[in-house]
């Protein structure tokens, strides 16, 4: 059984720095596609950044690069997501998603939600002015 427990999401001002996790279980964790995505009230699902685990090759919404950094310690099934110099806007619950690249994506992008198969609950970041 596939599952994805994200932790460490908070409070913090603007222009500081938080750091979520997520700590998957119940399958090898290099075959799969991580990604971070976050979902603020009234708006919908968006992709933050994901990683190739056996590749490591990493992507990045236009919104926070150069300020997030998406890592992992395999050793740890963990994959994690550095959140620097963070603004209100970064505001949302961010959700770490799992994909088995072995399933056709359609030939969408990373940042499409629809192609993930596993999602964990979610951990509320929040940034003040």
């Known amino acids: 059984q596939v599952q994805l427990v994200e932790s460490g999401g908070g409070s913090a001002q603007a222009g500081g720095s938080l750091r979520v996790s997520c700590v998957v279980s119940?399958?090898?964790?290099?075959?799969?596609?991580m990604a971070w995505f976050r979902q603020a009230p009234g708006k919908e699902r968006e992709g933050v950044a994901a990683?190739?685990?056996?590749?490591?090759?990493?992507y990045y919404a236009d919104s926070v690069k150069g300020r997030f950094t998406i890592s992992q310690d395999s050793a740890k099934n963990t994959l994690y997501l550095q959140m620097n110099s963070l603004k209100p806007e970064d505001t949302a619950m961010y959700y770490c998603?799992?994909?088995?690249?072995?399933?056709?994506?359609?030939?969408?992008?990373?940042?499409?939600?629809?192609?993930?198969?596993?999602w964990g609950q979610g951990t509320r970041v929040t940034v003040s002015s």
């Open positions: 990683i190739v685990p056996a590749s490591g090759n990493t």
């Open positions: 119940g399958y090898t964790y290099r075959s799969y596609y």
């Open positions: 998603a799992a994909r088995d690249p072995s399933i056709a994506s359609g030939g969408t992008t990373w940042s499409d939600p629809s192609i993930y198969g596993y």
